[in-house]
């Protein structure tokens, strides 16, 4: 979904195994389980956990992605996007910033499952030139098979 990398930054999350749930829409695969693996550092702190997305949360995080993309391309405005997902361990808020030519991104991430987590939180700006390769990482994740 995100492999956003320099000397002191890391933000990555790749798939390793889908879990198929046929029970609750045998025909729509949006119920099944991309569980992931989270990769945050900067120096002095590193974070690595496991969480899972569902395929419908990752097909409406992909719609704002592009919507996004889309806004900075005509260069108008559009709202805030809140995606927390299912695990409630990965928490962001996407912002395009007024009157540039770019966005922010707004974390929360959370190691573990449960109220109690430590949280990391932070922000990164990305430019127009992030989108393609986010929105191919994000459909590769959707499609994504074991």
Not at 60 to 67: D, G, M, V
């Amino acid at each position: 979904m995100f492999d956003i990398k320099n000397e002191e930054f890391t933000f990555a999350i790749s798939p390793f195994e889908r879990v198929v749930d046929n029970e609750i829409d045998p025909e729509y695969p949006r119920w099944d389980w991309i569980k992931s693996f989270v990769e945050f550092s900067v120096p002095g702190l590193k974070a690595q956990f496991q969480t899972e997305f569902t395929v419908g949360e990752l097909q409406i995080l992909r719609e704002q992605f592009s919507a996004h993309h889309d806004a900075l391309i005509a260069q108008r405005e559009i709202k805030p996007f809140e995606f927390r997902s299912e695990c409630h361990q990965l928490n962001m808020v996407i912002r395009k910033v007024a009157g540039a030519d770019g966005i922010v991104i707004e974390f929360d991430l959370r190691p573990e499952s449960h109220a109690d987590s430590v949280q990391v939180k932070g922000d990164f700006s990305l430019d127009e030139s992030f989108f393609s390769d986010i929105l191919k990482r994000l459909d590769e994740m959707i499609a994504w098979q074991n």
